[in-house]
């Protein structure tokens, strides 16, 4: 009756002490919910949506590889045919400058993107090149955690300020859910404070018993009531992907 009644407490207090988050240590929690997946690839089709309800889209073919001091990316656009062939490398490091390139087949040329202009819009659309990279976690100072819902989930909100003094952003408030820690929703300010985009990541699915992953995003810009959706698909995990896959040859070699 003591062992159970003391394995009781341990399992209370285990409880207690999962929950008594700070806003940096449920920031690790959800960064740890998507990483150790080692690589993987997807298809991407990204939606243009303007003031007026047109739209426009585009195909892409993204890939990932995890590694010791960050993460790299590879995204090439396959559709429409005025940017087949473009693609977007990316370095991302928990701390210091990440390192971006793009490459345009109209001007056959790398372009490095520097650090004063990752504020600006990727492609075209809602997403600025600082949206495009991987958020680690030591990239941001932290404030005060509270609760919330969305889509009538329980929330912890966080809010967060960006380290890199060349960000568009003053501030993020971050919608993490209780019961998984996916992030389900940011809330982006602009350097005058005032409210500029809103994300939302919605229909996640478990792959493979382990990785989370949403099947739709949508960035919607509340200053200009345009929005870019990004809809996920064909995740694949695991294949062996390497450096070389993602040095600057591989954005060139790009189709």
């Known amino acids: 009756m003591r062992l159970m009644s003391g394995l009781l407490s341990l399992c209370l207090s285990s409880v207690v002490i999962a929950q008594d988050w700070t806003s940096e240590s449920l920031a690790q929690a959800a960064e740890a919910r998507i990483r150790g997946f080692g690589d993987s690839s997807a298809t991407l089709v990204m939606t243009l949506h303007n003031g007026a309800g047109e739209q426009a889209s585009r195909q892409l073919r993204v890939k990932n590889l995890e590694y010791t001091d960050g993460e790299k990316s590879l995204m090439v ?74 889509n009538d989930m329980p929330c912890y ?61 949508t960035m919607r810009n509340v200053q200009t009531g345009k929005h870019t959706t990004l809809a996920w698909s064909e995740h694949q995990f695991g294949q062996g992907l390497n450096d070389r896959d993602f040095s600057q040859n591989a954005l060139l070699r790009a189709r």
Not at 165 to 177: A, L, N, T
Not at 181 to 210: M, N, S
């Open 157 to 217: 909100v966080l809010n967060r300020h960006p380290n890199d003094r060349h960000s568009g952003y003053k501030r993020q408030r971050v919608w993490i859910d209780q019961e998984h820690l996916l992030i389900r929703q940011v809330e982006y300010y602009d350097r005058r404070d005032q409210l500029l985009k809103v994300y939302q990541a919605t229909d996640f699915t478990l792959h493979q018993g382990q990785y989370w992953r949403p099947a739709l995003m």
């Open 77 to 150: 656009f396959d559709t429409p045919r005025d940017v087949r062939g473009s693609a977007l490398l990316s370095y991302t490091h928990p701390q210091g400058e990440d390192e971006q390139w793009l490459y345009l087949p109209a001007i056959k040329r790398v372009k490095q993107i520097g650090a004063r202009n990752k504020s600006g819009p990727f492609m075209a659309s809602e997403f600025a090149f600082e949206d495009i990279i991987t958020p680690f976690w030591q990239k941001f100072s932290y404030g005060e955690l509270s609760q919330d819902t969305f």
